[in-house]
């Protein structure tokens, strides 16, 4: 059965610390793999990866597809409080009309001034 | 551009009664999904259309549910008759066939008494 795993379920870091946020998977035909940060809202996206240790970057937040050991990283440098909130990894598999994301479950990350 | 539009933002029922959660999703986009989330369960996916036409409602936890897209700029969710085991944050997310970038509207907090 196709899953996603994240870890560590919560983080509780201070202002300026570096997090590092995991994220495993169990796909049949791995296509992509997505990033989005919940607040109190919708999900927004982060990153998309889709080829093996390309790091995909935007201000202090990076990301990085490890397709060998099926895994991805994201990282937060420099954490504000702004940062707080609940961190999902998804994956898409290939395969004709299919169009489902599988999520993991989040990790809830909290930056502390 | 307008996000993914969501209504009503709140609803509150009372355990029996039709529910009805709509959606405009962004323009030019061909899928759209309605996701369930709960603490317990995390991101689950009801239903998902390509081009209006409905290509899995495996999601679907029973025939208390029904979902259609009349056309390119509409979708709705009902559920008749409501449980409070329904009560969730409903998500619809929108996305182009090319590329699964899921753009997600602001929900729908749905409570049933």
């Known amino acids: 059965e196709d899953k996603v795993v994240q870890s560590p379920l919560s983080l509780v870091v201070h202002e300026g610390d570096t997090v590092t946020l995991n994220c495993s998977y169990e796909?049949?035909?791995?296509?992509?793999l997505l990033w989005y940060k919940q607040e109190k809202k919708a999900p927004t996206f982060l990153f998309m990866l889709?080829?093996s240790g390309i790091e995909k970057k935007s201000g202090r937040l990076s990301s990085i597809l490890d397709k060998k050991e099926l895994f991805s990283i994201l990282n937060i440098t420099a954490t504000q409080t702004g940062d707080s909130a609940v961190y999902l990894c998804?994956?898409?598999?290939?395969?004709?009309?299919?169009?489902?994301?599988?999520w993991g479950l989040g990790t809830s990350l909290a930056v502390n001034p | 551009d307008a996000g993914v539009i969501q209504s009503p933002r709140h609803e509150v029922t009372e355990m029996g009664q039709e529910v009805t959660l709509r959606c405009k999703p962004i323009?030019?986009?061909?899928?759209l999904f309605w996701y369930r989330q709960t603490m317990m369960r995390g991101l689950e996916l009801l239903i998902y259309?390509?081009?209006?036409?409905?290509?899995?409602d495996s999601g679907m936890p029973e025939d208390r549910f029904s979902a259609k897209m009349p056309n390119a700029s509409f979708s709705t969710l009902k559920i008749q008759p409501s449980e409070p085991r329904d009560s969730a944050v409903y998500f619809c997310?929108?996305?182009?066939?090319?590329?699964?970038?899921?753009?997600f509207g602001a929900g729908t907090r749905l409570s049933v008494l």
């Open positions: 997310a929108s996305a182009r066939l090319a590329k699964n970038i899921q753009y």
């Open positions: 323009s030019g986009h061909n899928s």
């Open positions: 259309f390509n081009n209006n036409v409905p290509i899995d």
């Open positions: 796909v049949t035909n791995f296509r992509s």
């Open positions: 889709t080829s």
């Open positions: 998804a994956v898409e598999a290939r395969g004709g009309n299919n169009r489902k994301l599988i």
